[in-house]
């Protein structure tokens, strides 16, 4: 079974079906058009992948430049965000260090993107708690500031990242995580929101396989014990005014 960074590197086909199938109410674009007024914006988004936070926003901005670090997931959103071809760019870089301007967007945006920066940083380290705490406050710093640097005074930076798939209730799946999220609360300002963003497939079946290609074996088999098409989630959406 492939790793995340597998997947990232060379199965964007089979991500997108499975983010396809997330959030089929609706949730997080309801939750974005009521946090931010995307009418006209200028756009940065990090991690942008194959495009599924883009298109909640897509037909309001005037220009997205969208970053990634892997040039397939890339490839795959120019394919899925060809509808806003004329107003959106589409490079490769690392999160810290994006090839933009200071100031120079309305908006900056990431989903699922930066956990896992947090989580690499953290693991490159060894088993320290000591010395992934430091590193998940250092990361921590580089993609908060980073992002900040990019927005206009008076703007926006927005974080959606997970609080657990296939559970009840909301729950950070890892401590680097739980970390990173008490850090965007209480060091750098952010205020939180939580949303249920379920998927829904065609079967249960769909639904274990779906989920094991992706989360791994454990979850999937989870899933299929669970019996059901619609997979709970839920989605922490941080934001911050500049």
Known sequence: MP??????????????????AEDYRGELT?????????????????????????????????FVEGFDRSQ??????????????????????DHRRLPVDDECADVFVEGWAFGHAVVDAAGAVGESAGDR??????VTRELVGEARRVVRPGGTVVIAETLGTNVDLPAT???????????????????????????????????????????GAE??????ARGQAVVPEYTGVWWVRV
Do not use: K
């Open 72 to 93: 397939h997931m890339l490839d795959r959103a120019r394919e899925n965000l060809h509808p806003w071809a004329d107003r959106i760019r589409l490079r490769r870089a």
């Open 133 to 138: 705490e430091a590193a998940v406050r250092q």
């Open 30 to 62: 309801r939750l974005l058009h009521r946090l931010v007024d995307w009418a006209g914006a200028r756009v940065v988004e990090a991690g942008i992948g194959t495009g599924r936070v883009t298109r909640c926003y897509g037909d309001s901005v005037r």
């Open 219 to 224: 979850l999937g088999a989870a899933v299929r």
């Open 173 to 215: 799946p890892l401590p680097e995580l739980a970390e990173f999220y008490r850090l965007l609360e209480r060091a750098h300002g952010f205020t939180r929101e939580t949303i249920r963003t379920d998927y829904r497939f065609a079967t249960p079946d769909e639904a274990a396989r779906a989920c094991g290609f992706f989360f």
């Open 3 to 20: 790793t995340m960074d597998e997947i990232y590197d060379s199965d964007a086909a089979g991500y997108d079906r499975l983010v396809g």
